[in-house]
């Protein structure tokens, strides 16, 4: 089977901040709140997906005890944390790393976050400007990756400095759990090369992202080494192409020019991430070329940092533009969409059929095969088609 033919790794998202109906508007928000989080978790893991990142930040719940916590309420789901080198000490990330991997019985795959935001990062302690903060995460790995396989570590470096580290207890994976990692810039290419498993993108164009690919496909080669690769994208699907751009224009239809504005300046303030930038300039801060490569829609990013675009459209639409990225050597996709338990049902509902997706596991017979009012699936409950009166 060619690359392109497996069917794809299909995570969801935690919006461990908060979540909503409308962009950049308070009606029907959803504040952040540990139990909508589990519902979340546990609807993803029966509905067929195979994780969910956990997003990292000032104004999100923790990740790690987080997804401790998601852990214990979920069975198969893994859970895709984020380290952020300096925020912690690398034998301090190791022990966590191996306990949440404990506890989870082996559900747990990495983020190495660097960061972009001079503001979160100066609130971190960290002050290294931004090509230097990959060298310093560099050093960072050569402990923690030493911790986690073999027990041991010892660096006299310029940034890190360890002596005889130990890690007394292994994760259950075997060296250590999958490291994935997103970072655009050419210093973030570099370092990733040596260490990670999966590369991510946000949701470029099919072209752009082509480039990435080959970019970080050549900086491994030339470390000996080889990489994989995701993309994180949100997904607006509906039956036909017409109901999900409709979907789209009322994500947005709460969000004033005022709020884009003040988004945009944050980010062009705050901001000294490549990848931040790329998401910009695909619609420059304007509402009326959303549309930014067929059926990629740039509209989250007016207001939303980080993943700013969706795909839009009917599930066969959509699944004609995953296939253009999976042609280009995507094998993993990190969905989401708002708000993201009703969307996580649709895009399982939707869309997973047309990817060859198994949908909701667990699926237990539900008739003896009578037709229900509402289908085979039996979601009709104990209500019979009526017959002739
Ligand atoms: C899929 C994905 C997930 C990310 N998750 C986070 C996150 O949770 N928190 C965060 O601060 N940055 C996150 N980032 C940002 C990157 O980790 C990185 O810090 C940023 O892009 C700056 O690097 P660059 O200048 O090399 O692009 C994410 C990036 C990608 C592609």
Known sequence: MAAADKPLDFLWFIPSSGDGAYLG????ARPADPGYFREIARAVDRLGYSGVLIPTGVACEESFILAADLAAHTEQLKFLVAIRPGVASPAYYARLTSTLDRVSNGRLLLNIVVGGSA???????????????????????????????????????????AHNAELGLPPVQSPRPPIYFGGSSDA??????????KYLTWGEPPAQVAEKVEKVKRAAAAKGRQVSFGIRLHFIV???????????????????????????????KNSDSVGQ???????????????????????IGLVRSGAGTALVGSPKTIAARLREYQEIGIDTVIASGYPHLEEAYRVSELLFPEIGLAGPRNQIRSSFGK???????????NVRVASGS
């Open 188 to 197: 973030a290419i570099d370092f990733s090369a040596g260490i990670i498993d």
């Open 25 to 28: 508007s308070d009606e029907l």
């Open 277 to 299: 930038a790329r998401m910009v300039a695909l619609h420059q801060g304007r509402r009326d070329k959303l549309e930014v490569s067929p059926n990629l829609w740039a509209g």
């Open 371 to 381: 037709r229900q009012v509402f289908g085979g699936g039996g979601h009709g409950g």
């Open 119 to 161: 503001q979160e990062l100066a609130g971190d302690g960290i002050f290294l400007p931004h090509d230097e903060r990959y060298a310093h995460a560099d050093e960072f790995f050569q402990v923690f990756n030493g911790l986690i396989e073999n027990g041991k570590a010892h660096l006299d470096g310029k940034y890190i400095q």
């Open 238 to 268: 509906r039956e036909t192409d017409e109901e999900a751009w409709a979907a789209a224009d009322r994500l947005i239809s709460r969000l004033s020019d005022e709020t884009i504005a003040a988004a945009q300046e944050v980010f062009a």
